[in-house]
C-alpha cells in the first residue's frame, strides 16, 4: 500500500531552520506531483507549498515565499521542505501530500502522510 511518511520536525527558536523530509513508497513517486500542507490547533489545514512531479516548478502559499523551499529527489522517492527564517505562525502539524496536479486544492492529492510537529517559540 502507499506510505508517505514524515520527519525532520520538531521545536525550534524564532529565526531557526527546518528541513522535513517525505519517504514515498508504494507508489511511483515519479508520477505524482508532492504537496505539503499544514495544519495549526484550531485551524483548518491548509496549503503551503508542491513542486510538480519533475521538479521543474513549484508553487508557495504568500506567507512562506522567500523563507521555504520544496525540493525533491526522484532517485530516493523522497520530497523536503526546507524552511527559514521561522515564525512562531509556522507551528502545525505538517502534512506531505501525492497528486496528479500541483495546485494548492486538497482535494487534488490522493495520499498523505501522518504529519509531523513543527513547534516554532518566540
Known amino acids: 500500500q502507499v506510505q508517505l511518511v514524515e520527519s525532520g520536525g520538531g521545536l525550534v527558536q524564532a529565526g531557526g531552520s527546518l528541513r522535513l523530509s517525505c519517504v514515498a513508497s508504494?507508489?511511483?513517486?515519479?508520477?505524482?506531483?508532492m504537496g505539503w500542507f499544514r495544519q495549526a490547533p484550531g485551524k483548518e489545514r491548509e496549503f503551503v507549498g508542491a513542486?510538480?512531479?519533475?521538479?521543474?516548478?513549484?508553487l508557495y502559499t504568500d506567507s512562506v515565499k522567500g523563507r521555504f523551499t520544496i525540493s525533491r529527489d526522484n532517485t530516493k522517492n523522497t520530497v523536503y521542505l526546507q524552511m527559514n527564517v521561522l515564525k512562531p505562525e509556522d507551528t502545525a502539524v505538517y502534512y506531505c501530500?501525492?497528486?496528479?496536479?500541483?495546485?494548492?486544492?486538497?482535494?487534488?492529492?490522493?495520499?498523505w502522510g501522518q504529519g509531523i510537529q513543527v513547534t516554532v517559540s518566540s
Open positions: 501530500a501525492a497528486g496528479r496536479l500541483t495546485i494548492a486544492d486538497m482535494r487534488a492529492y490522493d495520499y
Open positions: 513542486i510538480r512531479w519533475s521538479g521543474s516548478s513549484t
Open positions: 508504494g507508489l511511483t513517486f515519479s508520477s505524482y506531483a
